[in-house]
């Protein structure tokens, strides 16, 4: 039987781990870790089937597709066949980079159309834009007009149920008339719809500090790429976790920020197999909370 003393004994351990639970739960362990397929991309083309077999192997759960088009599919797959795919191998695709440059040259959403049509039928949430070509960027006056049409482009995707994310580089951070793309970005345009992909890779090439980037401005970034620097040379890539980024610190900073998907990009591997590298990366980040 649980006496008065025994009670209060058992309120004061319950009360005290009710102040100390919140600190320790804050932190959550990185269990689906994506690839951004294009570090796979002198293969892809070549056995789809295989490739997405040894991405699940290596322990990923999720993937960010490239170079998706009407014509050619996902690599020679139709988008409904490479959803298939995926489901068979245990994968889900949350995120896919999509060039619809087109649409803010010329206003056709003939081209983003079909790439809403191809998100939908793999299940992605994110139709990201991966690049903006450095002539729709040159002057401060060209920036503001691309960033209204972010806006533009974020609305017509939600539309569709779907969410518009920009994937930087290093070059956005590039002065333009006494400011840069990226500050034209994050000022510009609608935060409620305008979704960031921060490759923390091309963030520290630019010089800057992504803990920083992320503690100004959070609910903006909802992915991320997470990518290392070789310490000998900061123009390679190497394992996630080998490189001169601290990931362990960027990443809990990251989910404090609210990204919900990381997503392991290596763009050249050297000395190592490709399939050996994007397992280490993958177990590394699997290791790191946020």
């Not at 209204?148 to 994310?165: D, G, H, R, V």
Request: proline residues 2%.
């Amino acid at each position: 039987m649980t006496n008065r003393r025994t009670f209060l004994a058992q309120a004061g351990l319950a009360g005290a781990a009710m102040l100390i639970a919140p600190k320790m739960l804050s932190a959550k362990g990185i269990n689906k870790v994506g690839l951004q397929l294009y570090s796979l991309r002198d293969y892809l083309p070549k056995d789809v089937k295989g490739v997405t077999a040894k991405v699940a192997q290596a322990g990923y759960k999720e993937v960010e597709t490239y170079g998706y088009s009407k014509k050619d599919g996902f690599w020679g797959l139709d988008a409904k066949a490479y959803g298939e795919l995926l489901k068979a191998n245990g994968l889900v695709s949350p995120s896919g980079h999509y060039g619809y440059e087109s649409y803010f040259r010329t206003g056709s959403t003939e081209e983003l159309d079909s790439y809403i049509e191809a998100a939908h039928t793999i299940g992605q949430t994110y139709v990201i834009l991966p690049w903006m070509s450095g002539d729709l960027i040159d002057t401060a006056d060209k920036c503001k007009a691309i960033a209204k049409k972010f806006t533009t482009a974020a609305e017509y995707l939600k539309k569709a149920n779907l969410k518009f994310a920009y994937h930087n580089h290093n070059f956005e951070w590039k002065p333009v008339d006494g400011t840069t793309f990226y500050d034209v970005i994050l000022k510009e345009t609608d935060p409620a719809v305008v979704k960031l992909e921060l490759d923390m890779y091309w963030v520290v090439r630019a010089g800057h500090d992504i803990a920083d980037i992320l503690a100004k401005n959070p609910g903006r970034f909802e992915l991320c790429h997470v990518k290392d620097a070789d310490k000998s040379n900061v123009e390679l890539n190497t394992e996630v976790g080998k490189g001169s980024i601290d990931y362990k610190a960027m990443l809990a900073k990251a989910g404090k920020a609210g990204v919900k998907h990381f997503i392991v990009e290596q763009e050249n591997f050297t000395n190592i197999d490709a399939y050996v590298s994007i397992t280490e990366s993958c177990k590394y980040v699997k290791t790191l909370s946020v």
